[in-house]
């Protein structure tokens, strides 16, 4: 369809119309609702070949046309109806019909022509030639042999039978040799082939010529020909050679015959020229262009004989020559070449949709060589046998004035030359018709924000209709610069957004009438991939996780989906099939990655609209693969070049090579490492020991680690040589006195080079002027006897084997054997640092007195007694050692107030040598370590009493023990710290007064000398409301009157209980005053359960609020050894308060006392 924008003037961006016109047109399409002419919409190519190996053979024609076509056909001219013979198959509604191949081929061989037609025309089709071919075959003859002289030329003629081209034809002995061809002897395009002149080689009997015809599968043979080349024979006394020599003459044309010729060819054909000439020597031939040059796409073949020009144009015809020449002279020969064409349209007519009334102008022409000619018909007849009074020919032209319904048909023009002929159908409609919508009512369209969308609206209308668009019911037409009506009537919208949802109306209007049709339209969110894959690099084997998660509109909930593609394929998500890929959660899981998991992936979020993709590389690391092809090259006596070709690095640049040997004889199929080289060398020069039989293998290695070794090489065995080293790791001891052990690192086997392999061991005094002594041993260790203790020797090892010594050695030094040293330190001083630390020194021992190496100096020192007890009491040794010359150390952790003993020695590699004069020396007083024990022994209400044990190492004499307390009711507060200076170092108890009742107390104790107070130790209490059961327990316990009325209690208690189990067993019951006096009140008899508290080891720090810290050395759990600790046994003292009782089980509730007093009052 014509179609043309119109436009209102007075509104740019507003209303827009879109006007349909359909005559003029070449694409057009009438809707098959409307009558129409007939339209051949398929027919069988021009030519049709039954080749033989085909089941059947279609001639096609297919045509459409309201109302439906009915067909027709012509064979050569004459009416055929396929109906009529039962052995073709037809198909209903088509004039389609099928030959079957029964081998009957013949009687439909012919040119075919299909007409199409109905009541408002015909339309015929081109010509279809249906071609059945022969099989070819040579002709049964007997050809006598053909007798040639010795130089002279002949020709052997193929003369091949006709068949369906392209013929093939080769030259080849009957047992299918080719027959050779050069310059001499050559195939011309005929098929005959051609000898320059004629040699004794060319004799024999089976030169046979083979046709193929590839199209129809068939290879045919000629009979063979037999030649024969009589030589020249010995005359008249003339020599052989010159009997047998070959008369010389100049070129002939054998092919093409006389001067010139011409080539007639089609425009697109290959121009095939061709000179083949005789003679002696052989001629060469020239080619050239008479006026020009040759074309750029000429190309010379057959030794050149044969010009070739690929897809002849117009401006490669021309006068052409050939020149064939030798020594003696030339031929020639001139083509005049003329390339002709088939016909091609100028001008092609085209179906047209006009109104009524109008003017239809029609126009074929075409062009070709020779010129074709045109022929006009109406539905299939010529324009003569249906005239029409308003119908001109002018020239080229068809014009038809003022044109009526009744003038509607098809008009066929038909251009054709020699080389061919071309065919078209135009229909020409001639209607008035009101607008008809072809796209259905009521259509729904969905459309992305922010992208457009087409809504359509087809119309089919004569004449053309004008088309708008508007929205909502409303009588205006859509406008601004997001709306365009295209000439087909669609409406676009650019960049839509959710206003833009709504009904739309498209109507339609011409001459004729109107019509409208309503769409819907709606807007949508976007897809969106929020989270998309990123790219990986990943070890082979592990677990690869892409993620991807996208927001979509939410009406195509059970329509989205995500989808995920490799290589632009999607990857199946059927764990039956493909168990490696997991989705979860919008998590592409690939498991247990490998090399083919490599690659693009795409992960595709989609809806019925739209669709948005992320991509990401996937890269697979590895190790290199093992390398490949080693090679051994440069072989020499001591090295050899390795070469090879690295393997896939797999995404990860090799860094080197590790390169491996194997020998045979010592350690046959143990690999060792032999080199590194970087990895961007190929190969290495190999440094080898003499007699191995080495095989090499190549691993290579990268970020990831090393992979599979290569196949190894093959063996190369190093001839013998004498040692490349001497042993160099060398040991000289002395264990004994009077020997001098010597041990050495052997050679590996390896380093050996030869058989025979000895050590030569040479030693001399290095003080004396003497001669070498020397042994051969084959062991790596050897015992000089009989030296001076401690003397220096020097010592040298050299390698030898059956070729010879190694390099020259180098000579060691060493001494021989030590002895135990003679001699003590001198001059040994104590000076104390402190109450635990003391520093000494010592005069060191003369060299002539260690009698070895000097190990360093040892210090033993070990406790006489404590000051503070006269009796003396051996304690443990201890020791240290001081390496090297040193002559001062420090003794740690003495016990201060002590006194203490020490020697000191000195060692060597034999063992230590005698001790010093012993040194006695006493340490200062320290401060006392903290008390082991320290108790709570009685609460009361104001009142409780403390007792503790002496430290077990008071480190020096107890001058006072420090007793602080203070109030730690369960608040956050807490009472000013007391304290309590108890200046007699014997006392072991005391009684804190005046204390508040049914209050909790801390208590912290710690022992001083004149140093100054140890460690704290602490302890906690509550005090009493009233005196209780712990103060009578603690005060009356012991009484004789107390414990006989505890007997009395529990007898009667035991009384009771009795009396009360013959009353149940009898079914009796007591009275509830009897259980009240079986278990009296608690509080009655003064016992609350706020009388009790617990004891812990809480931190021994201050509590917040005190007035006073005790000590820095305070430390959590020093309560651990206070009394409270030690049971519920009574705790007994001696006269001087000392502590002598025994540790029992903890007990987690005692009994305390409130308790208000200050006063402080020894026990």
Excluded at 675 to 703: E, I, M, Q, W
């Amino acid at each position: 369809m014509d179609l043309q924008r119109i436009r209102n003037p007075g509104m740019w961006s507003g209303l827009v119309i879109c006007v349909c016109a359909l005559h003029m047109t070449s694409a057009f399409e009438i809707p098959l609702e409307v009558e129409q002419l007939p339209t051949i919409t398929a027919q069988s190519p021009s030519s049709l070949i039954a080749f033989p190996f085909d089941e059947s053979f279609s001639v096609t024609c297919e045509a459409k046309g309201n109302p439906a076509p009915e067909f027709a056909w012509t064979k050569n001219g004459q009416e055929f109806d396929p109906l009529q013979d039962p052995r073709l198959m037809k198909e209903e509604n088509s004039g389609t019909f099928v030959i079957p191949n029964n081998g009957n081929l013949t009687e439909y061989q012919g040119t075919y022509r299909c007409f199409a037609t109905n009541k408002l025309g015909t339309a015929i089709s081109t010509e279809i030639e249906f071609i059945v071919p022969h099989v070819p075959k040579f002709p049964k003859e007997t050809i006598e042999p053909l007798k040639v002289d010795e130089g002279q030329s002949f020709v052997l003629k193929c003369n091949p039978p006709k068949g369906i081209p392209p013929l093939q034809i080769y030259w080849m002995t009957i047992n299918l040799q080719h027959i050779e061809q050069d310059e001499r002897v050559s195939m011309g395009l005929n098929g005959d082939l051609y000898f320059a002149h004629a040699e004794e080689k060319d004799s024999r009997r089976d030169y046979c010529c083979f046709a193929a015809f590839p199209r129809i599968r068939t290879i045919v043979q000629k009979t063979a020909m037999s030649v024969i080349i009589q030589t020249n024979k010995a005359k008249n006394g003339m020599s052989p050679g010159a009997a047998n020599a070959i008369r010389e003459r100049r070129p002939t044309l054998l092919t093409p015959p006389g001067v010139k010729s011409e080539i007639v060819l089609v425009k697109g054909e290959d121009l095939y020229l061709e000179c083949i000439a005789e003679g002696f020597p052989t001629p060469q031939v020239e080619w050239l262009k008479i006026g020009d040059e040759l074309p750029e796409k000429a190309a010379v073949e057959n030794h050149g004989k044969l010009l070739v020009v690929s897809r002849a144009e117009q401006e490669d015809s021309g006068r052409y020559m050939c020149k064939a020449k030798n020594g003696l002279g030339e031929a020639v020969h001139y083509f005049t070449v003329i390339v002709e064409e088939p016909p091609e349209w100028l001008f092609e007519p085209e179906s047209q949709l006009s109104m009524v009334g109008s003017d239809v102008i029609l126009k074929c022409s075409a062009s070709g060589t020779p010129q074709p000619t045109v022929t006009w018909r109406v539905n299939g007849f010529p324009l003569n046998k249906s005239p029409m009074p308003n119908r001109r020919v002018l020239g080229d032209t068809i014009v038809l004035h003022n044109a009526k319904e009744s003038d509607s048909a098809v008009y066929q023009c038909e251009a054709s030359n020699k080389h061919g002929s071309m065919l078209v159908n135009a229909n020409i409609m001639i209607m008035n018709l009101p607008p008809m919508i072809l796209t259905n009512e009521g259509e729904s369209y969905s459309a992305v924000e922010a992208k457009g969308v087409i809504m359509h609206c087809n119309v089919f209308s004569s004449p053309p209709s004008s088309i708008t668009w508007s929205r909502d019911d409303s009588t205006e037409s859509v406008q601004g610069p997001r709306f365009t009506v295209h000439d087909n009537g669609s409406l676009e919208i650019y960049e839509t957004d959710k206003d833009d949802t709504g009904q739309y109306t498209c109507y339609a209007k011409n001459t004729e009438g109107s019509s409208a049709i309503d769409a819907m339209l709606y807007v949508k969110g976007p897809t969106k991939i929020i989270v998309g894959p990123e790219e990986q690099q990943i070890l082979i084997g592990t677990t690869s996780q892409l993620s991807c998660l996208a927001e979509y509109d939410k009406s195509f909930s059970d329509d989205f989906e995500i989808l995920w593609e490799k290589d632009d394929m999607e990857i199946g998500l059927n764990y039956t099939e493909n168990p490696r890929y997991l989705v979860e959660e919008g998590v592409l899981h690939i498991i247990n990655v490998s090399h083919r998991d490599q690659g693009l992936y795409r992960c595709v979020a989609r809806t019925p609209l739209d669709r948005d993709t992320a991509s990401a590389w996937l890269t697979v690391l590895d190790v290199p693969d093992a390398p490949e092809s080693l090679v051994l090259s440069e072989h020499k006596s001591r090295s050899v070049k390795l070469k090879w070709i690295p393997g896939d690095e797999h995404n990860s640049s090799t860094t080197e090579f590790i390169i491996q040997f194997e020998e045979s004889q010592w350690e046959p199929g143990n690999w060792k490492e032999l080199l590194r080289v970087p990895g961007n060398l190929h190969s290495t020069l190999l440094k080898l020991h003499g007699h191995v039989d080495y095989r090499f293998r190549v691993a290579g290695v990268n970020a990831v680690g090393r992979g599979p070794y290569s196949e190894p090489t093959e063996r190369y065995k190093t001839e013998p040589a004498a040692p490349d080293r001497n042993p160099e790791t060398i040991k000289i001891e002395g264990h004994l006195p009077h020997e001098m052990d010597i041990n050495w690192e052997p050679l590996l086997p390896i380093e050996h080079n030869g058989p025979g392999l000895e050590y030569k061991v040479s030693y001399r005094r290095q003080d004396m002027e003497e001669d070498w002594h020397e042994h051969m041993v084959k062991r790596h260790s050897f015992v000089v006897k009989s030296t001076p203790t401690f003397v220096p020797y020097e010592i040298k090892i050299q390698a030898k084997n059956h070729q010879g010594w190694g390099p020259e050695p180098k000579i060691v030094t060493g001494y021989s054997g030590e002895d135990f040293p003679s001699a003590a330190p001198d001059d040994v001083a104590v000076v104390l640092m402190n109450s635990s630390v003391a520093k000494v020194t010592w005069a060191p021992v003369h060299k002539e007195k260690l009698h070895g190496h000097l190990g360093g100096y040892r210090i033993n020192w070990w406790r006489l007694r404590s000051l503070v007890d006269s009796k003396k009491q051996h304690g443990d040794k201890h020791a240290l050692n001081v390496p090297g010359d040193r002559t001062h150390a420090t003794l740690p952790s003495l016990t201060p107030y002590s006194e203490y003993s020490l020697i000191v020695m000195t060692f060597n590699g034999r063992g230590n040598g005698p001790g010093s004069h012993p040194v006695n020396f006493r340490t200062p007083e320290g401060v006392p370590e903290k008390n082991p024990v320290f108790r709570v022994t009685d609460v009361q209400k104001h009142s409780v009493s403390l007792a503790w044990a002496p430290p077990l190492e008071p480190n020096g004499i107890l001058t006072k023990y420090l007793l602080e307390y203070q109030l730690i009711n369960d608040t956050e507060e807490v009472g000013p710290l007391q304290t309590v200076n108890i200046s007699n170092p014997d006392t072991t108890k005391w009684l804190l007064r005046d204390l508040e009742a049914v209050s909790k107390y801390k208590f912290y104790l710690r022992s001083c000398t004149v140093r100054g107070c140890g460690p704290v130790v602490s302890e906690e209490s509550t005090t009493t409301l009233e005196a209780s059961l712990a103060s009578i327990h603690g005060g009356i316990s012991t009484q004789g009157w107390f414990i006989g009325l505890m007997c009395a209690i529990a007898l009667l208690t035991l009384i009771v209980l009795v009396a009360c189990f013959v009353n149940r067993n009898r079914g009796g019951k007591y009275s509830v005053k009897e259980k009240e006096d079986l278990h009296p009140d608690v509080e009655s008899q003064g016992m609350n359960d706020d009388t009790f508290c617990e004891y812990s080891d809480n931190d021994e720090k201050p509590l917040k609020g005190s007035q006073h810290s005790l000590s820095g050395d305070m430390k959590a759990g020093d309560s651990g050894d206070s009394l409270v600790d030690y049971g519920d046994e009574d705790v007994q003292f001696n006269e001087d308060g000392s502590f002598i009782g025994e540790y029992a089980g903890r007990k987690e509730k005692r009994v305390s006392a409130e308790v208000k007093s200050t006063a402080q009052t020894p026990a």
